[in-house]
């Protein structure tokens, strides 16, 4: 994390802590000063990722889609600086098969989740505090059997802008990734390296992006003060391909 503010003394929750971008969002910033809360549905996960820092965490459960559970969270966490939220349930495939409770999870996650976090959270932010949550380039570049993927991520852009005006000065902003390689397309098995080739031939940038991309974002999205209401593309242009 160079070129950027230290984080000694602050305290970051990132809630999704147990997924490979949660996990090295939290590992870089334990790097650089931070203290961590580490938060999600699986406590193993979660320990995991502890025991990979360099610096001092706390654990503590999160099911971002039950408001009870957002509300004890907020509760344990105390006052902190920053949040930063990874967490997505998809809901992918053809419009024909989807159920509505998959739909109900994916927006749960990705858009009542984090407003529900800003809902109890806010007023434990620091002056100087945020909140960075995750959207994704589906939704500037939606495809058959995404439309659910395109639609949530669309809505937190666009809620993110609300909540800045809502809880300022609290900043609120959020982080679209294109195609980043953590480990999510490993599912394709031995066409995972051809179909990453294919999006980086196609990508402006010439490239895919990495876990390393989107922590640069993130710390930037944290330590300017005048941004916020805004959301960063970190998608090597992929939404204009």
Known sequence: MSDTTSLQGQRLVVVGAGSRTGQALAKAASADGATLVLAGPDPRKLEWTA???SGPSEVIALDI???RSIA??????????????????????????????DVQRAFAAKVIGPLLLAKHLAGQVSA?????????????????????????NGALAFLVQALAVEIAPVRV???????????????????KEAFLRGVAERNPARRVGTPEDLVKAVRYAIDNPYVTGTVLHVDGGGRLA
């Not at 006052?79 to 939220?85: E, G, I, Q």
């Not at 100087?128 to 949530?152: I, Q």
């Open 65 to 67: 889609a039950d408001e």
């Open 128 to 152: 100087s505090g945020s909140f960075t949550f995750f959207s994704g380039v589906a939704a500037w570049r939606p495809a058959p059997a995404r439309t659910v993927m395109a639609t949530t």
């Open 51 to 53: 025991g990979e820092l």
């Open 173 to 191: 902003n959020a982080v679209s990734p294109g195609i980043v390689d953590t480990g999510s397309w490993d599912g394709l098995g031995a066409d």
């Open 72 to 101: 004890d969270f907020a509760a344990r966490a105390g006052r902190f600086d920053h949040l930063v939220s990874t967490a997505a349930m998809p809901a992918n495939g053809p419009l024909r098969d989807l159920e509505a409770a």
